[in-house]
């Protein structure tokens, strides 16, 4: 990321966060007049203790110097979460200064799920489980992912990266009920890989060629959250099993390696394993 699109990536996000807050939720009478919603800027100021032209200077993503400990109270200020602040350190400091600098890393191929990683994978018999790196390509999965969302090693391995395949495979598009819900699931964890790797370039040209290919993707990105393991209840209308629900855990593999487990379980008061297993008897198309 160039330092003219971290500057403008950070300036998005704190007026996408700034506008969701309310003044009754800070302590502040709702007043009147409020062209927008959300805070105003002299009110994220005051509650952060700088100036209001410094912060006005921030949001406006001019090149200006920001300690840690002023974005921690501009994060406090804006309620962020851990991960929505670590997304602002990683978007305001420079590559190197703080915790979320760090060098560019290589990505990842099928050959980095080790065996002990792949014996765990087929044992999960009954959860469609997908493994990922910090770009979300795909470089593991199990065969009750194969049928429930598509055979991965059809695709060439080039191609297998879930946000595109996402926008890309009408079969996905079609598979969950609720699609953007779906899809933002994934870009809320790619946001928070987007903060934390300020010095790939990758992530820019991707970002550029997905909202170039695919209109919706414009609106589902800027609205998207910055999580790095979100816990939702997915229902999915697959083509030859039916109704199937799913509860999505999203979990960092410990190591150097930077990759995530994404494991779909069948909801407990659900048919979905029942159907699951009747699908998996089966040679998928």
């Known amino acids: 990321m160039n330092h003219k699109t971290r500057l403008a990536a950070l300036s998005s996000f704190l007026k ?14 709702p007043g009147s007049r409020r062209r927008t919603p959300g805070l105003r800027r002299e009110e994220v100021a005051a509650l952060a203790g700088v100036s209001t032209t410094w912060y006005t200077w921030l949001e406006q993503g001019r090149d200006i110097q920001a300690s840690p400990n002023v974005l921690d109270a501009i994060a406090s200020a804006l309620r962020l979460t851990h991960d929505e602040r670590n997304y602002l350190h990683g ?19 099928s050959d980095a799920v080790s ?20 770009r979300c390509q795909i470089v593991g999965w199990n065969e009750a992912a194969a049928h429930v969302f598509v055979d991965f090693a059809q695709i060439p391995e080039s191609e297998r990266n879930m946000i595109k395949l996402i926008f890309t495979r009408q079969e996905l598009r079609r598979l969950a009920v609720n ?12 946001r928070a890989y987007y903060g934390q790797y ?14 170039e290919l695919h209109p919706d993707f414009q609106e589902l990105w800027e609205h998207s959250e ?8 997915l229902e999915f209308r ?23 487990c994404s494991i779909y379980t069948p909801a407990p008061d ?3 394993e029942e159907k699951l297993s009747k699908l998996m008897r089966k040679k998928p198309s």
């Not at 996408?16 to 009478?29: D, I, M, N, S």
Request: aromatic share 8%.
């Open 115 to 134: 065996p002990p990683l792949r014996k765990i994978l087929q044992e999960l018999r009954q959860c469609p489980s997908i493994i990922s790196d910090r």
């Open 238 to 260: 697959h083509a030859k099993a039916g109704k199937m629900l799913f509860h999505l855990t999203s979990l960092q593999l410990q190591g150097g390696s930077d990759l995530r």
């Open 91 to 109: 978007l305001a400091l420079e590559p190197g200064a703080g915790a979320s600098g760090t060098a560019e890393l290589p990505s990842y191929s």
């Open 270 to 272: 659900s048919d979905t």
């Open 16 to 29: 996408a966060q700034r506008a969701k807050l309310t003044p009754e939720e800070v302590g502040y009478p």
């Open 179 to 190: 699609w953007k819900q779906f899809a933002s699931g994934f870009l809320s964890i790619f």
């Open 226 to 233: 910055v999580r790095t393991a979100p816990e939702v209840v």
């Open 198 to 211: 300020v010095e790939d370039n990758w992530y820019d040209q991707f970002l550029k060629e997905m909202k």
